[in-house]
């Protein structure tokens, strides 16, 4: 089965993107990303008390100085178990493992106005990225998804 094509080219490459560490401006309380979940998270006191407990760290991006995206993201794990018909985990699995490590994207969110250029997907390689210049062991990159 060929893989699904997006309906959506991507039209914004991650050098027009600026990613930086969460920080409270004006210009969080104007997004919006359709899900009012999401925005909340960002535009109140949520996301400071989430970075004050260490449950994760949130990123701001920025395209010619408008916030168009934020994301979430922490360490977290994959419980063995789960991974026992996976082929690419089967040396993993003689190891007496509990759980595997991973990098888990906890929220990810492109304000209305910007969607549908593929900043997400661009988003996604980022992190990709993120979790494999880190110092520690990662084996699986997880999205904690809602509808």
Same mark, same amino acid.
């Given at each position: 089965? *060929?893989? !699904?094509? &997006?309906? /959506? ?7 027009? +993107? ?5 920080? #409270?401006?004006? %210009?969080?309380?104007? @997004? %919006? ?7 909340? @998270? ?12 260490? +449950? ?5 991006? /920025? ?7 934020? &994301?979430?993201?922490?360490? %977290?794990?994959?419980?063995? =178990? ?6 690419? @985990?089967? #040396?993993?699995?003689?190891? !007496?493992?509990? *759980?595997?490590?991973? @990098? ?5 969110? $492109? %304000?209305?106005? /910007? ?7 661009? +988003? ?6 993120? *979790?494999? =210049?880190?110092?520690?062991? $990662?084996?699986?990159?997880? $999205?904690? *998804?809602?509808?």
């Amino acid at each position: 089965m *060929a893989p !699904r094509s &997006f309906e /959506h080219p991507v039209s914004i490459s991650l050098e027009e +993107l600026r990613v930086e560490p969460f920080r #409270e401006t004006h %210009d969080v309380k104007g @997004f %919006d990303c359709g899900n009012g979940d999401l925005n909340d @998270f960002l535009c109140t006191s949520e996301v400071s008390k989430y970075e004050k407990l260490g +449950l994760g760290t949130t990123y701001l991006v /920025h395209r010619w100085g408008n916030l168009v995206a934020y &994301f979430t993201v922490s360490s %977290d794990s994959m419980r063995v =178990e789960y991974l026992k018909t996976a082929k690419s @985990f089967s #040396e993993v699995r003689e190891l !007496r493992l509990e *759980a595997i490590p991973g @990098f888990k994207i906890g929220r990810l969110a $492109v %304000d209305t106005r /910007h969607q549908k250029r593929g900043i997400g997907r661009t +988003l996604i390689k980022c992190i990709a990225g993120m *979790a494999l =210049e880190g110092k520690v062991g $990662v084996r699986v990159l997880m $999205v904690q *998804a809602k509808p």
